[in-house]
């Protein structure tokens, strides 16, 4: 297998007057080609990792080598100019007085000065991002949508061997944020660039990209492919940041699983006769019926979906999401009928 991208091994930081560090011994590596999110709550260590990589910041403990090199620990610190990174920021950062050619020309030389060389660059990114003729306009002329594009464009200009994207569409409403993350995946994958894209964004990161790393109190939780991610969160933080479900407690009475909704057989060893359960959203299919277990206590349309949150007797709240056209009204009655695909066991809080 050839050398990855980016490698990191054991990377700390930890700033002055804080009890913890920023980043607790991180590890991992991204090969050629590949998108890894780092997807976590806000202040979860995520953008100082992306700024680690970057050179913004010097590590306490640790690696990071780029395309082999090491760039930072090991007795190396090489400078954020000389490490073949780009980076895109989430207020775009472009210059307003130079125009999308002139600030495309500065990712690439440091100048605003247009040869011939640079043209015929700039000309194969503008294409790449989608904003061919478009060049002599000045930011302010662009939408928000466009101005985001300029920066990618003025990242990739260079060809380096990494991208760093930090929240790139936070800024950005939701209707042109869902389409240009497609976009932004397009154009990574089309330039056959690396990238490191941070964001709290659950559905946003498993749409993009290829691994999925989720972060909490500075350390690495999990990293894996999103599915992975989704379908078998290895700890109770990852199950319910990442897939927002439902942890209800279970007992163990001979093979079963016994909750407050049914009874279960769940495969693999564990210790003890008490966990929760988790049950995503979508397992959940509600069946209007008048001796039901639960009772319908709030309920948003979503578009394609609608939400419910269902009350059971013990006063335990169910989140339930559901593509039916034909909606329950709030106060109505609901047998529940569970999916037990994928169903999870977490230890239960003290």
Known sequence: ???P????????KQFANTPQPAVREVSLQLYDGDILTLLGPSGCGKTTLLRLIAGFEDPDQGAIAINGQTVSGEGQDVPPE???VGMVFQDYALFPHLTVAENIAFGLQNSGKLTATTKERIGAVLHLVG???LGRRYPYQLSGGQQQRVALARALAPRPALVL???PLSNLDVQVRSHLRQELRR???AAGTSAVFVTHDQEEALAISDGVGVMQGGRLEQLDRPETVYYEPRSRFVAEFVTQGNLIPARRQGDLWVTEVGAFALEGEWDGSEADLMIRQEQIELLPDPEGLGVVSDRQFLGREQSY???LPSGTTLKVRTITHHPLAISTKVALKIDPFGLQRFPSLE
């Open 309 to 311: 949150q269902v009350q």
């Open 187 to 189: 154009i990574l994958k």
């Open 82 to 84: 000389q490490r073949g």
């Open 131 to 133: 904003l061919e003729g």
């Open 5 to 12: 991208t980016l490698a990191i091994s054991k990377l700390t």
């Open 165 to 167: 994207l930090d929240e």
């Open 1 to 3: 297998m050839a050398a």
